[in-house]
């Protein structure tokens, strides 16, 4: 750590903010000289920022410090996480809205509502190990957007830091429509480049009473793809409408021989609306004709939640994960590019490690004993239908001669495609040296303008995400 500012961040917050042992947290490459804080207080943070602005010391926020890596390499001098803000600080069942401290726990806030039968339906990937505002600050979904939409559409208030000190606070815990300009949605998916959120307001919804996924299985996602098309467009009430392959990477035991892709349709709701639309679906055409219903599995309540859950640390261990979009009706597209990049990267001698940034955690589901999910395949499709995002997991290059590099300039071009037929790529996690070469996301486009004149009203000295969220 830099003992000037280590020294300077001394006389702000006391002993036990000061995180000495937190190299673990920090993802490889990011460096010694990076101070970790955890303040205990929002005028903590308040103090830091300001002195940080006035000093021009680089800026990360963070929440849990378990996702860091996720938004490129660490190039800051300040790591300020909000771990020590963890409280549920209001919370009416009766109103289904609460108040909590952005650095709880997901599942510290999960239980707490679970006990009022309520439920905030969000699960991007990873979510299980993080905070509530890192989720808040990332923007990030999963499955369940298919029905319950994304972080904007449920929070109702933040407070948030600014890049200078000043602390903001807009929005509440009352449902209501916003006249002019929406600062709220706005602070949503920033990625904490206009400043730290230290406190989030969101709207709650009712447990499910029941909850089924009905695996339809065939020997690859583009046997799937029709039926998963006209799954999510039908008025069938999914909660989430996955296409994965293979489905041994969220547990090996639903793979059977050729089997290995699976078309996953969650429904939860109330007991009628879940057998409604279970025999609907058993009464659809291509489980009688094309690929049969003796491919269809049922897992109920318990073991439905178990699978979603494992869904949701696939990316776990990856060492390169991309998430390409564009229309839903581009999906076929969308498949084929990730199978050619799949196709180049083994053809350079695909031989990196597979789990060399899990921390020894295995993603499965418990069906009993079987081998580590998705050891064999290499690579991870997976497929939010409704909303035209693939998810591909892959196994990276050779390190020999300019493997990467190669690897480089085949994601650039794969951007430049996907944006010019108006889709995107994004790098959520992948070798610091790589993400940098190529950048987390593409060009930001004609906003670019508008979100520089933002940041620089939340952000006057730009110490915010240097690096990371450039436009």
Request: aromatic share 4%.
């Amino acid at each position: 750590m830099n003992p000037t500012i280590l020294q300077a961040l001394g006389e702000i917050l006391p002993a036990e903010a000061l995180l000495r042992d937190s190299a673990a947290s920090l993802p490889p490459g990011s460096g010694a000289s990076v101070a970790v804080v955890a303040p205990t207080s929002l005028s903590q943070i308040a103090a830091v920022m300001e002195r940080a602005s006035r000093e021009g010391w680089r800026v990360l926020p963070a929440g849990l410090c378990t996702w860091l890596g996720g938004g490129g390499a660490v190039e800051a001098d300040v790591v300020v996480s909000t771990r020590n803000l963890r409280g549920l600080t209001a919370y009416e069942p009766a109103d289904l809205t609460f108040t909590a401290d952005a650095g709880i726990p997901w599942g510290t806030l999960r239980e707490a509502t679970r006990l009022n039968a309520q439920w905030l339906p969000l699960d991007p990937p990873g979510f299980r190990e993080g905070s509530l505002g890192a989720l808040v600050a990332t923007g990030a979904s999963g499955p369940l957007r298919q029905a319950y939409g994304t972080p904007r559409d449920h929070v109702l208030g933040v407070t948030m830091v600014s890049g200078d000190g000043r602390v903001l606070k807009w929005g509440g815990r009352v449902v209501k429509n916003v006249a002019g300009f929406d600062v709220t949605r706005l602070t949503v998916g920033s990625w904490g480049a206009l400043g730290v959120v230290t406190s989030v307001s969101a709207r709650l919804f009712p447990l499910p009473e029941r909850d089924l996924t009905i695996l339809v299985r065939a020997p690859s996602a583009e046997d799937l793809l029709g039926p998963a098309r006209s799954m999510a467009l039908s008025p069938l009430p999914f909660s989430a409408v996955e296409l994965l392959e293979p489905v041994g990477a969220v547990s090996p035991h639903l793979e059977e021989g050729e089997l290995k892709a699976a078309l996953a349709l969650r429904v939860a709701g109330s007991e009628a609306q879940v057998r409604e639309a279970e025999a609907r679906v058993f009464d659809e055409s291509f489980l009688r004709n094309d690929v049969g219903a003796g491919s269809a599995l049922r897992l109920r309540d318990s073991e439905s939640v178990a699978f979603h859950d494992a869904l949701s640390r696939w990316e776990e261990g990856v060492p390169l994960v991309l998430r390409l979009s564009a229309l839903p009706s581009r999906l076929p597209s969308l498949l084929q590019e990730a199978r050619e990049l799949r196709t180049r990267i083994e053809a350079s001698g695909g031989a990196g490690g597979w789990r060399q940034a899990a921390k020894g955690r295995e993603v499965s589901v418990p069906h009993g004993p079987g081998p580590p999910a998705g050891e064999g395949s290499g690579y991870r499709i997976a497929v939010h239908v409704g909303m035209g995002v693939l998810r591909l997991g892959i196994r990276l290059p050779s390190e020999e001669g300019d493997a990467l590099g190669k690897l480089a300039g085949d994601l650039r071009a794969l951007r430049e495609r996907l944006e010019t037929a108006g889709g995107t790529l994004t790098l959520s996690q992948g070798p610091p040296a790589l993400v940098r070469d190529v950048g987390v996301c593409g060009e930001v486009g004609t906003e670019a303008e508008l979100v520089r004149g933002l940041r620089r009203e939340f952000d006057p000295a730009g110490i915010l995400q240097a690096g990371r969220f450039v436009v």
